[in-house]
């Protein structure tokens, strides 16, 4: 399985979010039922950390998820300001 980390970065140079992302090969994808499957064919899964920033660098929202993709854990997102989104 290819495993990718993905960073985007907001025009300031602040981190603006940040995946990784495991590419499943065709034999195996029927066992990770939180999969996603991408235009051009192929079948992924989001694991690890998943976050979004504000361009100052306050942490917009996060996800935790496991090794097959199933959220397992989150944190309230913050506004831009800082001040806490509360669900």
């Known amino acids: 399985m290819k495993k990718e980390e993905i960073k985007e970065y907001h025009d300031n140079g602040e981190l603006a979010y940040e995946e990784t992302k495991v590419i499943l090969p065709k034999s195996r994808e029927y066992l990770y039922p939180y999969r996603l499957k991408h235009p051009d064919g192929y079948c992924w899964i989001r694991i690890g ?30 506004r831009k300001d800082g001040t806490p989104i509360i669900y």
């Open 49 to 78: 950390k998943q976050a979004k920033y504000h361009d100052n660098g306050i942490l917009a929202w996060e996800l935790q998820r496991d090794e097959n993709g199933k959220v397992i854990d989150g944190k309230n997102g913050y």
